[in-house]
Nanobody, 114 residues
């Protein structure tokens, strides 16, 4: 099994930026990696995906503002978030499929507010 640990969340004003990190305990070079988020009272939603070859996908609401990237040498995935909006407020989770299991981190909280 792989352990995932997110970091980088915090409180930021609208229009600000944050970079989230997801550090894996094992090599993720062969893994498709995802960032999800869950806002208060809402279902968890897929935000961004990065394939093993670097192809990316974003949900419409973050296109042009968020960038997912990976550093396989560091077993780490990033989510650069720019021009943050109050509706981006959520707990952000890193995810991958490991064997037959879904692996999740503990999440990192992002709050966008004045």
């Amino acid at each position: 099994q792989v352990q995932l640990a997110e970091s980088g969340g915090g409180l930021v004003q609208p229009g600000g930026s944050l970079r989230l990190s997801c550090a894996a305990s094992r090599s993720i070079i062969f893994n498709v990696m995802h960032w999800y988020r869950q806002a208060p009272g809402k279902q968890r939603e897929l935000v961004a995906t990065i394939a093993t070859g670097g192809d990316t996908w974003y949900t419409d609401s973050v296109k042009g503002r968020f960038t997912i990237s990976r550093d396989n040498a560091k077993d780490t995935v990033y989510l650069q978030m720019n021009n943050l909006k109050p509706e981006d407020t959520a707990v952000y989770y890193c995810n991958t499929v490991w064997g037959r299991n879904d692996a999740w981190g503990q999440g990192t909280r992002v709050t966008v507010s004045d």
